[in-house]
Nanobody, 129 residues
Framework: QVQLVESGGGSVQAGGSLRLSCAAS????????MGWVRQAPGKEREGVAAVYTGGGSTYYADSVKGRFTISLDNAKNTLYLQMNSLKPEDTAMYYC??????????????????????WGQGTQVTVSS
């Protein structure tokens, strides 16, 4: 059973930075699409960034390109999301998520649909203007 535990959320002023972490366990690390999904009150969930654990490109929603960076530390089984130049519209609950994938080619599809099988409990990010 895949287990995902997020940390690192909080409150920050616009223009600030935060780094989210996701400790992962219970799966074969090289065969999953892993990503970050956010959901603000009253809005649909949005895939923010994703990566294939076996290596390959990273993918981002247009709304965060150039500001957010997703990365993996295979030695620590940890996924990160570095968020810079934060905006009030980035305020949301952020979830770490994972989906069994056959290859990196599948990452964009999973990101765009935000259709992951495994989810963390979420961490709140609040950006004030």
């Amino acid at each position: 059973q895949v287990q995902l535990v997020e940390s690192g959320g909080g409150s920050v002023q616009a223009g600030g930075s935060l780094r989210l972490s996701c400790a992962a366990s219970g799966y074969t690390y090289s065969s999953y699409c892993m990503g970050w999904v956010r959901q603000a009150p009253g809005k649909e969930r949005e895939g923010v960034a994703a990566v294939y654990t076996g290596g390959g490109s990273t993918y981002y929603a247009d709304s965060v390109k150039g500001r957010f960076t997703i990365s993996l530390d295979n030695a620590k089984n940890t996924l990160y999301l570095q968020m810079n130049s934060l905006k009030p519209e980035d305020t949301a609950m952020y979830y770490c998520a994972a989906e069994s994938c056959g290859g990196s080619w599948y990452v964009p599809f999973v990101l765009n649909s935000a259709d992951f099988t495994f989810w963390g409990q979420g961490t709140q990010v609040t950006v004030s203007s």
